[in-house]
């Protein structure tokens, strides 16, 4: 009776293993599902995490207590190896050549972020000037009514920002760039969005070469601070089961709502890209999107994503409790190689980390 009671829990938790394995793969590949025809099964990748986590918790039971049913988890890490890869990549550093161009991705959440830094835009100055980058993209930049602009002028030979809301609202959202490249001119990408959007910047970067560097900040999901903290208790099981049914149910709706928007925007992207492919071209920004999101697949195809192709660890970029994730992305063009691509968790005079990476450009002949 013992034994058959002990094989028919064997199988219990194996089935439960399987089930957790088949919930991961969807969940890792589920970025390939079009937000505007399947809103929620779009957003899955966000608990993709949580399910690589119960996965390793049943790897460690099989090791203890019945080794030969490793095979499940060991096999669905291997199943699951593509989204692994660009969740959680593990390449190993190399050096970056001398002429390799460096650029950082920065939200600086309008210079006000966190409250502890009274001067947050005096910080973010003085870490650009010592980082020296050659390519600085910002999100949330806000020349026009902080007049930061005659400080930037000071550190980097060439500047631009332009206001990207389209609201009559006080609320101010541009993008900028800073860098040491001549700015030759630039191009707003068209989509639907009142308070979000892309520019593309043509650079001239010597050798007859033109560089274009692609600033995006697509739509937020525009989360409350009580809306994450929310979503954090649900993932820790500490919410009581009919208001984790209405909650989840709510949160849902607004992350696939937005989902829909940002697939649109991410459309605009790639159709813009794939007109100017002739180009050597870097992509990157505050997408609002996790790397299993439809809106990062669409803009990278046909690019390289520079931190699943040098980065390692999962790189969380945004950094508010109870919604960690990497939402801020950098791509290159195949003519383009990154190094060392990171996110530099050290900084947090905004609500978001900034993105660095190293980036050797293939000049023409």
Known sequence: MIK??????????????????????AAGFSYRLHPLDHPYLACAGMIFPVFLLINLAFLFFWIVFKWNKMWIPIGGYLLAYVPISIYIPLNLPREAPPDAVKLISYNVEQYTGDPRYKDAFEQILGYLKDEQPDIVCLQEDCDTWRRTMQFYEKVFPYNDTIRINRSKSKTFNGVGIHTRFPILRRERIEYESLANGSVAYFLDIGNGDTLIVINNHLESNHLSVSDRKLYKEMLKGEMGRDTARIESKRLLTKLAENAQIRARQADAVHRYIEAHSHYPMLVCGDFNDTPLSYARYRIAQGLTDCFAAAGRGAGLSYNRKGFNFRIDHIFCSPDIKPYNCKIDNEIDFSDHYPAICWLKIAHKP
């Open 4 to 25: 058959q009671l002990k094989k028919l829990t064997i199988q219990m938790i194996a089935g439960a293993n399987i089930a957790t394995v088949l919930i991961m793969l």
